[in-house]
Structure formats: structure tokens, C-alpha cells
């Protein structure tokens, strides 16, 4: 099938009115959860998972796309306006779209958000339909050491590229790893950690893990913390107030560009996303500006930049669980138990098996991109109010949503206390500096990492030397190797080049 | 507990986590690198687990913000989780409609300072429209004791 036979079948499929409706539902909601700080993409689809158990596996996965990059664009109303980041990918966005709003280019800068958005929204799909059959078919060839070295890979990436200290994300894969291992050993059957009892033989549930990490934490974290205050801009008001001027598009056009690409190529590696491609995007743009000190006082490129950059990364991001099935993020993650919840396992063979529900997934999200853009400009003002909604009303709604969630799964009660136990870890976690992003990620992969890494001992009559001999998980595992090495390399060069530069002793 | 005790706390959490599972998980088969058995994988997670958490040990923690925050803010938070944890043991005798109401009051008038009149109006309209929704999402709902 020709490129443009695939996007027709997509659009046939995204088309149909049920599956519009959950979009708009998706990229409402995404668009919500940017807005309101504390709620943030992966809490919303972590307690929305258990309602797509009712909805067909195409629309649920559309709506739940659509709440991810919604979410981009929400982050930025609240960025420019409250100087609050509504998402963590918005936190470069406040530096100078705030400050554009202090100046009364409220409605340029959110404009340029906007604009910015839907151009890379819509070239980074390009670049997705581009480049995943020919990834698709790759991965084809992939056996149990490939499968394994790109598990490897991935996990490395996620906690060398992610927030925080190395040791520590490490720890968190390998406590998610050592959770994945609860339940039935997956190639003997045999039960490993249950304590005799019969519901973890089942192993842990994802839903009432990821709603306790990011819900119920949030829930706890919002109840110790002060009430989230910024300083309030004015809204711009009417359509024409958010169109910026002839020479801030000048400005930004460039930006647009390179923030596209930058957030493309960022997305695509796990660990990376939308956070890390914003502030590349950013550092580039300061760094090649002829007017660096612009940079944090209200210059356009400083809004433009990271906002593409996050959203043309929204959009590489489902390259690797599509192809490979494999999720690059936290989010993916939680797409992947979506689509699992439904029997469905992403990757290579999704393409080829259901090339349906692959298509329509991917040109829902042009629908969507479109859809935000013509939800967001008009609506901006009503998103700017509903952004100051109080804590003591946000927290009670995040709390009922996370209890009835957790039920939802089994209608077990137990779940809610699994649920409220991950909650407690969760937040004390955050506090103390311990990222969730790999602990989820790991618990995840780990059944996969588990069986390819067993089978190819099996089939390699237990000589590791497979791993490195064949050329695809040897590459990939060079590549795993590199970046653990990569900070000791840039230490030694750093010691290096002072040594060469001082002067001889005479 | 002083800051820098603090700071190694969680470090030793895991550390103690992962050799209370490489002892549980000791009664698994390790088997052989040709056949490895049930506890081979676990076996390795665990060793790393221990090795990178001693590592999170040895360097203590420069974001623990437990000093940060709100004063009784570990007293709200732990409101929140008695709070849930009851609604978790009441749900099934009690109800859901009522259970969810309690829960709501005291959120909103416990954590958020809402008040009186407003929290049980929001309590009893949030969770009669939760159980509305959710029933008709197909979601069987605990009747509990008084039926609702």
C-alpha cells in the first residue's frame, strides 16, 4: 500500500463521527489538564485508562493521544499568562512569553504558541509517516538479543537523558524492573513474589500503580504544598489581538523551523521528549541569536522555539511503540498498557495486521492538531480563568477520579489501597528527588527485557557473546554503552584540554 | 532525623528493598546460563537494584524538600491517605455515594478550607453526578448499607 493509499484508510477511519468525538474529547481534555497545574498529561490518561476498558481500542487510543498533545498546547496558555507551567515541556515558554505578556503581547506570544504548534504538530506527523513503515519493516527481522540490547537501550537512555541524578534513576528502573518480576514467572509459570497470595499471581496491575505514582501523589503533594499563585496577565481579547505582527513572525518563522526539527529528532529517543527537546530548542535559538540578551525578556524565538520543539516531539514519540513497541516515554508507557488492556501489542506487526486502526491513529492526530488550534485561539480566555481554579477544589477532583479508577479495574477495594500505597511512594519519591518516569518505564519493558534476554541464552546455548556478534543489538548495545560512558569521556576530556592549555613549568 | 540522615533515607530504602528481594528470591531456581530458571532474572534486577541504590546511598539527596512546603503539610497529607485508606476499608459495606461524600468533605473542608455550607453541597452533588456517570459508564457501584 502506497503512502497515500495508508493516509486515505487513515482518514477514512479517524473520520468516522465516533472517532472525531473522542478526539475532541482527547485534545479538550489535553488541553484542560495543560491548563490546570498539578494535573499533568500521564496523571489524566493513568486515570482515564480504566474508561477506555467500555470504548472500542481505536477511539480510546485516539482520545488518549489527543490528551497528550492537547496537553502541549494547554501548557502554553497558562506559561505565557500566569507564568505557571501547566506542563513540565512549558517551562521554557514562561521565560519570555510571560514577559511578551507583561509588555502587552499577550496575544502574539500565545499566538505563536499556537501557530508554532500546529506547524510542528503537523510536520513532525510527516516525518512519523515517513519514517515508520520502513522502521516497521526493520523490526521485522528483530529477534529475542535485538529485542533485548533495544530494552537495554531504552531504559539507559531514560535514566541517563531524564530529570534528576543518574544513581537514583537507575535505582527507580531497577526497583520497576524488580516489580515487573511480581506474578507468574512468564516462562515457567512459576509464581515469584506473591507471598502466597493469589491476587499478585496476577502481578501488579498498571492502572492503580500509574494513577497511585502520578494521581494520588499529586493529591498528597498539593495538600503539603502552598496554593500555587502567579502573577496574572491580562488575556488578549478577539481573534486579531492573537495574531502576531508581520516582523514577530519574521523572528519566529526560523525558530519555528529549528525547534521542529530539534523536537523531532529529541522525541524519538526514549527519556528525552518533549521537556528536553524544549529546552535544546531553546539553548540553540539563544546561542545563534545575534541578540542573545533578548533572550528571557520577551523575545518571540523564546516562545516559538521550545513550543515547536515540544509538540513536533509529541509527534516523533510514537515512533518507537508503533514500530517497535516500545514507549520512549512515560506517556508511551501508558499507551502501551492502553492498547494492552485491549489485547492488542504494538509494534512491527501493527502495521501489517491493522493497518486500520495504525492509520487512523496517526491522521486523527491531524484532525486533532486542527481541532486545537480552532478550540484554543477563540478559548484562551476561558482557559486563562480556568487555570486559577483553586487547589481545594482541583484536589478533591483528582482524588475521587484516582479512588474510583483504582476500583474500576476489578472493583476490588484492595486496588484502591495498592493505588494509595504507589500514592505514598510517589510523593515521597518526588520530594526527595527520585524520578517516577523510569521506575514506570522499566515496569513495563521488564517483562519483555526478561524473556528476550532468557530466550536468547536459550537459543545461543548460554554464550552472551550473542548479544555483541550480532550487528543490530551489537550496535545497539555499543550505543548503551556510550552513553553510560559518555559523561566519564567528556570528564577526561575535560581534564585533558586545561593540561594541554598551562603553560610548562619552568 | 537531621538533613543530612534524611537525605540518605530513601538511598537505604531501596538498598534494604533489594536485599529483602535478593533473599526472598533466593528460594527460585537460578538455574543455569543455558536454562536459566525462574529466579536468574530477578536475581540479576536485584543485585542491580542493591548496586545502583547504594550508589543513591553514598551520594545523599540535595532536592529532599522535606523541610519546603506548607507548615502541617505532612499532617494534610497524611489526612488525605487516612482518608482514602478508610474509604477503601468502608466502600463496600458502607457505599459508594455515601463513602464518596465523607471522602469529599474532607478534602474540602479538612485540606481545602471550604466552607460548611459549600463542602457538603459539593460533596453531595459531586458524588451523587460520580455515581450517575460511572453507572452509566458500566460500572458496578457498591450499594452498601443504606442501598445507594
Known sequence: MSILESLALGFTVSLEPTNVAYCFLGVLLGTLVGVLPGLGSAATIALLLPVTYAVPTTPAIIMLAGIWYGSMYGGSTTAVLLRVPGESASVMTCMDGHEMARRGRAGAALGIAAFGSFIAGTLGLVGLILLAPPLAQLALDFGPPEYFALTLLGLTLVSYLGAGEVPKALSMAALGLLLGTVGLDPVRSEARFTFGSLTLQGGIELVPMVMGLFGMSQVLLLAHGPPVAGEVARAPRGLRALLPARHEWRDAGGAIGRGTLIGFLVGVLPGAGGTISSYVAYALEKRRSAHPERFGHGAIEGVAAPESANNAATASGFIPLLTLGLPANVVMALMLGAFMLHGITPGPTLLSQKPDMFWGVITSMFVGNLMLLVLNLPLIGVFAKLARLPTAYLLPLIAVACVIGAYGVNNNPFDILVMLGFGVFGFYAERSGFSLAPLVLAFVLGPLMETSLRQSLILSDGAFATFATRPISGMLLALAVLVVAWPLLRRLAGQRAPRRAAPPLA | ?148
Open chain 2, 1 to 148: 532525623m537531621t538533613p543530612a540522615l534524611r537525605g540518605r533515607f530513601p538511598g537505604a530504602v531501596l538498598l534494604g528493598l533489594g536485599f529483602a528481594a535478593l533473599y526472598e528470591g533466593s528460594g527460585l531456581s537460578f538455574g543455569s546460563l543455558r536454562q536459566p530458571g525462574s529466579g536468574f532474572y530477578p536475581t540479576l534486577v536485584c543485585v542491580a537494584l542493591i548496586a545502583f541504590s547504594a550508589m543513591a546511598f553514598a551520594k545523599p539527596s540535595r532536592t529532599d524538600a522535606s523541610e519546603a512546603g506548607e507548615p502541617h503539610g505532612h499532617a494534610r497529607a497524611w489526612l488525605v491517605v487516612a482518608a482514602v485508606a478508610l474509604y477503601a476499608w468502608a466502600l463496600t459495606s458502607v457505599g459508594f455515594v455515601m463513602c464518596t461524600a465523607a471522602l469529599l468533605i474532607v478534602l474540602l473542608r479538612g485540606i481545602g478550607a471550604v466552607s460548611w455550607p459549600l463542602s457538603l453541597a459539593a460533596a453531595a452533588a459531586g458524588s451523587i453526578a460520580t455515581y450517575v456517570l460511572f453507572s452509566q459508564l458500566g460500572m458496578p457501584l457498591p450499594a452498601g448499607m443504606l442501598g445507594l
